[in-house]
């Protein structure tokens, strides 16, 4: 079964930092574009950032200077390095992968991990 599984939400106070990781498991043959999101209460799933398998990376401008993304590929991980953290960066984060299995390409989700931002 391919799954992703992302950690490393949590509590943070405001200023602080976060690392978020994503790692796909299962039989999994090809990953090509690997993504962040985030949804706040009552919004709309916002994209934060991108990364092709060559390591070209796309963030948000709502974030861009505080979030980075990256990835292990040896370790099919994405990891989302979050600094500078703001109350308004509260939110369940998803992971997102383009994906092959079994010769097939499929969108898939993360289950999400909550990071809240609060003193």
């Known amino acids: 079964q391919v799954q992703l599984v992302e950690s490393g939400g949590g509590l943070v106070q405001p200023g602080g930092s976060l690392r978020l990781s994503c790692t796909a498991s299962g039989s999994i043959s090809n990953i090509s574009g690997m993504y962040w999101y985030r949804q706040a209460p009552g919004k709309q799933r916002e994209l934060l950032a991108g990364i092709t398998s060559g390591g070209d990376t796309n963030v948000a401008d709502s974030v861009k200077g505080r979030f980075t993304i990256s990835r292990d590929n040896a370790k099919n991980t994405v990891y989302l390095q979050m600094n500078s953290l703001k109350s308004e960066d509260t939110a369940v984060y998803y992971c997102?992968?383009?994906?092959?299995?079994?010769?097939?390409?499929?969108?898939?989700w993360g289950q999400g991990t909550q990071v809240t931002v609060s003193s």
């Open positions: 997102n992968a383009n994906m092959r299995s079994n010769n097939v390409w499929k969108n898939y």
